[in-house]
């Protein structure tokens, strides 16, 4: 199928962690036209670069690298901006790009740690989402769709069972739990409101998975973290998807 055939999907944070794991399985496939969305060009060239080493049969006709960071508005207009002009519309929205709460600066407060990690995991998939439903709309493709990634740690009735090993007690993690929260919400509104559409806005946990994100410590491989987000971004029958966190093999994760 030629490159401007396939189904068009924008992946952010495409060049590491689950994000390039995401792309990876996708640009394998050779089903679609995979959008990297990134923060510099360079870090695009790079990740398809790898991509090509380490399956050389990848079509990069079929990978388009943009430059979007998902904390700057302007920037996330000016990536919808670019894919607007390349090819009119996109099919399928991977909100991927996220941080466990490490900001980068020395004693941080608490106040700027919440701010880093919502803006980052919470209001970059919210405008990303807005900015480029456009898009999404001037699409013809039959099963357009929005995922956003999430975690268990976000569901409140695991961070209240003291016995599970990623239960709040054990793990606290505040800032990113209440992050992946609040993001579970946006989609469950969003979800709503764009059903009439036919755009389904699907939630998938990967679990906790061996990344840098991670600081290389989890109980699976990116690969199989990433499996849960393209299952969730192209398989199933969305109206079945919706309104729940997607796992292994689409299942439900509990809220």
Known sequence: MPANDKPLI?????????GYATTKILADSGKYHVILGVRSVDKGEQAIAQLKSEN???DTSALTPIVVDVQDDASISAAKDVVESKFGHLDILINSAG???QIPVRQPTLRENYKFV???????????TETFLPLLRASKYHDRRIV???SGLGQISVALASE???SAAKLPAPEYRSSKAALNMVSAVDSSVYE???IAVILAAPGHTKTQFTGGRGVKEP???AANIVRAATEGKPKDLVGKINAEELTEFGW
Do not use: K
């Open 99 to 101: 941080v466990n709460g």
């Open 10 to 18: 924008l992946v952010t944070g495409a060049n590491q962690g689950l």
């Open 196 to 198: 009439a559409e036919n």
């Open 118 to 128: 919502f803006d980052i995991n919470v209001f970059g998939p919210a405008v990303m």
């Open 148 to 150: 956003n990634v999430t």
């Open 223 to 225: 690969s199989q973290g």
């Open 164 to 166: 599970n090993m990623y």
């Open 56 to 58: 050389p049969s990848v």
